[in-house]
């Protein structure tokens, strides 16, 4: 099975950025629906971006006109670049394989923290 590796992720100031990287141990870029998650303390694991294999991108409308998730090929790489970031921004981040209903299909891995704090 595919291994999905995240990393990226840290403590910025809320007006921030960060970029995410989530390396892949093999080029699924063509079969697969990709996506980024996070999971707040307390809260729902949400699905917050995702891409296609033809290169449809949606969002999840927190993070619309903030967040872009992009790909590549060449080093088997999905990133999630994280502008403007808000103190709601604040979870762990995963990323993983999409399903049509928008639900992972692989297992979930350690994630990166990402802390927006003054």
Not at 2 to 26: D, F, M
Not at 69 to 80: E, G, M, P, W
């Amino acid at each position: 099975q595919v291994q999905l590796v995240e990393s990226g992720g840290g403590l910025v100031q809320p007006g921030g950025s960060l970029r995410l990287s989530c390396a892949a141990s093999e080029n699924i870029f063509s079969i697969t629906v990709l996506g980024w998650y996070r999971q707040a303390l307390g809260k729902q694991r949400e699905l917050v971006a995702h891409i296609t294999s033809a290169g449809s991108i949606n969002y999840a409308d927190s993070v619309k006109g903030r967040f872009t998730i992009s790909r590549d090929s060449a080093k088997n790489t999905v990133y999630l670049q994280m502008n403007s970031l808000k103190p709601e921004d604040t979870a762990v981040y995963y990323c993983n394989a999409v399903s049509i209903w928008g639900t992972p299909l692989g297992s979930w891995g350690q994630g990166t923290q990402v802390t927006v704090s003054s």
